[in-house]
């Protein structure tokens, strides 16, 4: 089989408890009352599209569109804005992720800033038609910090897959 250009070593499968845990955490940290900062980074989507990317049979649109509702009813929105936005992302996701791990984690920083822009622009345009005020040009940097911050989600939520099973000096993998 050949392996993709980003992948330094092999990878040990993810422990579905670890991705439920993340997922949890940064859902958790969305939750804290940081006050409306239009350029705050939405963690919760940027794991989720990390998982969408990096393991799509087990968190999948259905995981994001849940997550969605559960933002939905924390902030008080629109119910279905954040589930509608995390949807399309998830979607995005998985329909890339292939193509995505044959780059290094700054390439992958680069490609998904698009995919940032389009979650947080389909929220803002739900957010417009049922009547909020523009949140101001500051909203723009939000899926900037995102992208920045995906090689610090990568090494963080990639962490656990690469340690070696059974450390062994003969064994080159």
Request: proline share 9%.
């Amino acid at each position: 089989m050949i392996m993709p250009r980003g992948s330094d070593q092999l990878l040990l499968p993810a422990n579905p408890f670890f991705i439920g845990l993340s997922l949890l955490v940064a859902f958790g940290l969305n939750l804290l009352p940081l006050g409306r900062q239009p350029a705050m980074p939405d963690l919760l989507a940027l794991v989720l599209v990390f998982w969408n990317v990096h393991q799509p049979r087990r968190v999948g649109v259905g995981v994001a569109f849940l997550f969605g509702l559960l933002m939905d009813v924390h902030e008080g929105a629109l119910l279905g804005q954040h589930a509608l936005a995390y949807t399309l992302l998830s979607f995005v996701a998985i329909t890339i992720h292939r193509r995505l791990l044959w780059f290094g984690v700054v390439e992958q920083a680069v490609q998904i800033v698009p995919v940032f822009f389009l979650g947080h622009g389909v929220s803002l345009a739900v957010r417009m038609l049922a009547g909020d005020m523009f949140p101001g040009w500051w909203m723009l940097l939000a899926p900037v910090f995102e992208a920045l911050l995906w090689p610090v989600a990568a090494l963080l939520l990639l962490a656990p897959q690469r340690r070696a099973p059974d450390p062994d000096q003969n064994r080159p993998l």
